[in-house]
Every structure is written in C-alpha cells, then in structure tokens.
C-alpha cells in the first residue's frame, strides 16, 4: 500500500493539497523565462489561477534547468486568446493556446482539464483512450490526470508557493519514481508512458516505485501498440537526453526492447557502444538519426558481414540494406537518413578491412568517412585489437585528404587543355570578275 493513496483521477478527489509557500522551496522568479512571467502575470491580473505546471516545477525544485516551461490556467482557450494578441488556438480533440514571440519562441498554456465520465466520450473512443482530453476541470483534477507524481506539482504565481495534490514533493525528496493511479491501467491507457518512465528515472537518476516495476512486467510487450511515431521521435529523446544505454537495457530486461524497435534484441556490445556515444552527447556534439540508428546495428552488421580485404563494398551495403530495410519500414524513416545510416555501416566495414585498398584516396575523402571513423573508434574501445587500424586510418584521414590515392602512389599529372582559338572570318567586299 502507497504512502499517498491514489484516487479514481476521472472523480474530483476530496482532501486539502500540500502547499510549500515562498520561503520553504528554493524556486526563485530569477529563474522563470521572462516572456513565461509576462503571461503568469497577465493571466493573474485578469483575475484567472496562473501556474507553471509539469516538468519546469519538478526540475526547478531539484536544480535543474528547466527545457522549457509549461503554463495551466482556468481560464479557456477563447479567454485566453483574448488576452493575448500573439495567441494562436491549435488542437482539436483539446484546444491548447501556443503564445509566440520573437526568435520563434512558443509558450503553451493549458485550460485545466480532466478525465471524462463515461457518457461524456465521442462515440468512436472509450473511457481508456489517452486522446481523450477535452473537459475542462479543476487544478486538482488537472493533477490526478498527469502521468508521475513528479509532473503534477504546480507553481502558483499568486503567492509564490508550490501546491502538491497528489504526493509529488515527497517522491522528489525520496527520489522515486511514481505513476499517478494503477500503473497496469495507466499503461494499458497510453503504453508510450512505459518509456517515458524508464527515460525520466534515468534522466533523473531515480529509483523506479516497486508498483511502477510489476506494471512494467505485466504491460511490457503492450509497446508494440504504441504510435510508430510516437515511438520514434520518444527514442530519439533518448538519445538526445545522453540516457540510451541505460533505457534499451532496461527495457530489455523488462521485455519492451524487441516490440520496442520493431524486432531489434540488442546485445551486450551494442549496450556498451551506446554508453560510449552518451559520453559523447554529454560532450554537447549532438546524434544524428542516421547516427543514432548505426550505432544500434553496428555490432549486428559486423558479425553478419565482418570485414574482410576479398569482400566486395557491394556485398556489404546489400548487407546493411536487409539489416536495416524492416527497423526502418516499420518507422517510416526517410529513404535519405536510411541511406546515410548504410553509408556509415558501409564505411566501418572498409575502415575495418585495412588500408592500402583500391579506392582509397576517394574513400577518405568522402564526407561520411570522418563520422565512421568515431563511430568504429567507440566501437573499438571495447575491442581493443583494432586500435592500432584505427590510428592508421585517423593519421591518413589528417594528412590524406587532398592528397594522392595511396593505391598509386603518385596521382598522375593532368594536362590542362587550352581550348582553340577559331579563327573568325571576317565579310570582305565581294568579289568582281574580270569581263
């Protein structure tokens, strides 16, 4: 049994909240987007409740620096958009209200909102579909509607102070990790909240509820019903977030990473390659899709088709295609990031092969040559055998770019050709013939 019991979140829950005031927090105004407050204040001025709701109050209790800042309100979308000229309504099924300003800057304030009974559903939706969101409701029930008790503390601009229904404060000074209600159901609800759970623990180096552990058990294989999409640009935060090895090990353990990324298993090595190219994003050097997705298949590329000098390079993309070809129909990535994401495989198992190859003075000036090259020196920091091939290729990649193919020796001189002057014929006066 919780702490902190948990109620239906459709039902507005009786109990007073937990309210921090001013001077018992360390959350300052100093550390709020100024064009955050402006909007704070106005909404305050014209008489509506005005918080910072989500992940801004959470990290900002802990210290961090928030990504951006979210705003809830009572007052609604067509209130809001009087307010505020730069206001643009977006939505359909929920109208939310995007304020832009200058530098291409969005704020997104929220009209409170709740869980719909059962005879407020569209008829082609049910009770447990996480696109339902379109009744407005009060902060409480706004609160029990979130996904982790950490997501659901508000920051009240009218008196400085954090408001807490739903147990979140105690969660940070513990920090645990909880979800808001049955995990089983919230997951069965929107199986994507399984990921974002692993993803926010390891962000935050939380420790997972025991709760929050047996729903992922019980709900792991669900994630091959989430959105593709969604999916997809949720992976890709990982990345972003420096937390991939950490999650796919995880997810892994709990049965999410095959239906995870469409049949992938990963191994060990592909785990430990990706450690290496978190360290590598903590460095601020961002991951490219097309990276990102090489790195995941280059231990499996490698032992389907090891480097060897007789193998033909054609064999080895017609290799990497069929690898990649299913994890990147099943994303719908774009032909373009999928080629990029062959060309780097493809050129991991040239560096792989050896120098003095035909072809060499091209390949190394290939632009995708450079991003190979740390991609198979991550790799080869776990395979120690290849370390030295690895320096060989990074002083030819220093010195070699513009110089002749190693294959040859010397790059034959090319005659320049002047291009012939045709003599022009000038018009004389014609010609008389002698009578």
């Known amino acids: 049994m919780t702490e902190h019991p948990l109620i239906d979140p459709g039902q507005d829950p009786s109990g007073e909240p937990r309210i921090v005031s001013r001077d018992g927090h360390r959350i300052s105004r100093s550390q709020i987007d100024e064009d955050v407050l402006k909007i704070l204040y106005r909404l305050h001025r014209n008489g509506h409740l005005a918080y910072l709701v989500g992940g801004s109050v959470r990290d900002l209790l802990l210290g961090r620096t928030p990504k951006d800042f979210d705003i809830g309100t009572d007052a609604t979308p067509t209130q809001i958009k009087r307010l505020f000229r730069n206001c643009f309504l977006v939505g359909r099924r929920f109208r939310l209200a995007h304020i832009r300003f200058q530098g291409n800057k969005v704020v997104e ?63 940070l000074e513990e920090r645990r990790l909880r979800v808001i209600g049955d995990p089983a159901v919230r997951f069965r609800e929107d199986p994507v909240r399984m990921l974002r759970a692993l993803e926010l623990a390891a962000r935050l180096d939380f420790r997972l509820d025991a709760e929050l552990l047996d729903g992922l058990r019980q709900c792991g294989p669900l994630i091959a019903e989430a959105s593709a999409a969604r999916l997809r640009d949720e992976i890709m935060e ?60 280059l231990g499996p590329f490698l032992k389907r088709c090891p480097p060897r000098r007789e193998t033909p390079v054609a064999e080895a993309l017609r290799e990497a295609n069929e690898l990649l ?29 050896g120098t003095g190859l035909r072809g060499e003075g091209r390949f190394l000036r290939h632009p995708v040559t450079p991003s190979a090259l740390e991609l198979l020196s991550l790799w080869a ?55």
């Open 238 to 297: 990982l990345f972003r977030h420096r937390v991939a090895a950490r999650v796919f090990r995880q997810a892994a353990e709990f049965g999410l990473l095959t239906p995870l990324l469409g049949g992938y298993g990963g191994d060990g090595e592909s785990f430990d390659l990706l450690d290496r190219l978190d360290e590598r994003t903590a460095s601020e050097r961002p991951v490219t899709e097309a990276l990102a997705i090489a790195a995941l298949f």
């Open 325 to 353: 070809g299913p994890h990147c129909r099943h994303f719908s990535i774009a032909q373009g990031i999928r080629q990029q994401a062959r060309e780097l495989l493809a050129a991991c198992f040239r560096l792989g092969r």
């Open 109 to 171: 304030v929220a009209t409170f909102r709740r869980s719909p009974n059962p005879d407020e559903l569209p008829d082609d939706l049910d009770a447990h579909s996480h696109f339902v969101e379109n009744v407005f409701g009060s902060p409480r029930q706004d609160a029990f509607r979130r996904d982790f008790t950490v997501n659901a503390l508000f920051y009240d601009i009218a008196t400085f102070s954090v408001i807490d229904h739903v147990g979140g404060l105690e969660d």
């Open 381 to 435: 920091e776990g395979h120690p055998e290849l370390a030295e091939l690895v320096q060989r290729w990074a002083r030819l990649l220093s010195g070699g770019l513009a110089g002749p193919a190693p294959e040859s020796g010397k790059a034959p001189r090319r005659r320049s050709r002047r291009p012939r002057s045709r003599r022009r014929r000038t018009a004389g006066p014609p010609e008389t013939k002698e009578p």
